[in-house]
């Protein structure tokens, strides 16, 4: 994965934003200096709060993406049997988890060997 893919992308009103909306915009002589860009651009405080939790949405799937590609030499033809019997719970667990959890802030990962997940 390249940096590229690890840049949040959003869009309000048509217009395609990078970064985190709540970022306070420091540009000298700007009308909308020591403001969050949300505000800047008239978003409403529920539109901001869909935007975050879409940011949180991105960094899990990034984390998650991460932790695949640790794992992807278990895919190799020379692995012993075994040992891709040991992975794939986990790595199936990995690709699940946007079904399970939304945010990176409240995620439970997975660890490789464990019976059950995800936790209550």
């Given at each position: 994965?390249?940096?590229?893919?690890?840049?949040f992308e959003w869009v309000f009103n048509e217009?395609?934003?990078?970064?985190k909306p709540w970022h306070i915009i420091n540009?000298?002589?700007?009308?909308?200096?020591?403001?969050?860009?949300?505000?800047?651009?008239?978003?409403?405080?529920?539109?901001?709060?869909?935007?975050?939790?879409?940011?949180?949405?991105?960094?899990?799937?990034?984390?998650?993406?991460?932790?695949?590609?640790?794992?992807?030499?278990?895919?190799?033809?020379?692995?012993?049997?075994?040992?891709?019997?040991?992975?794939?719970?986990?790595?199936?667990?990995?690709?699940?988890?946007?079904?399970?959890?939304?945010?990176?802030?409240?995620?439970?990962?997975?660890?490789?060997?464990?019976?059950?997940?995800?936790?209550n």
């Amino acid at each position: 994965m390249g940096k590229k893919d690890q840049i949040f992308e959003w869009v309000f009103n048509e217009v395609v934003y990078f970064g985190k909306p709540w970022h306070i915009i420091n540009v000298e002589g700007d009308p909308n200096n020591g403001k969050p860009v949300w505000q800047a651009i008239g978003m409403s405080e529920a539109e901001k709060n869909i935007a975050v939790a879409d940011f949180y949405l991105f960094k899990l799937r990034v984390e998650r993406d991460h932790r695949l590609q640790e794992t992807d030499w278990v895919s190799g033809e020379d692995v012993p049997q075994h040992i891709k019997d040991k992975y794939f719970p986990y790595r199936e667990r990995l690709r699940s988890i946007t079904d399970h959890f939304n945010s990176i802030k409240t995620v439970q990962w997975p660890e490789l060997g464990q019976d059950v997940w995800p936790q209550n």
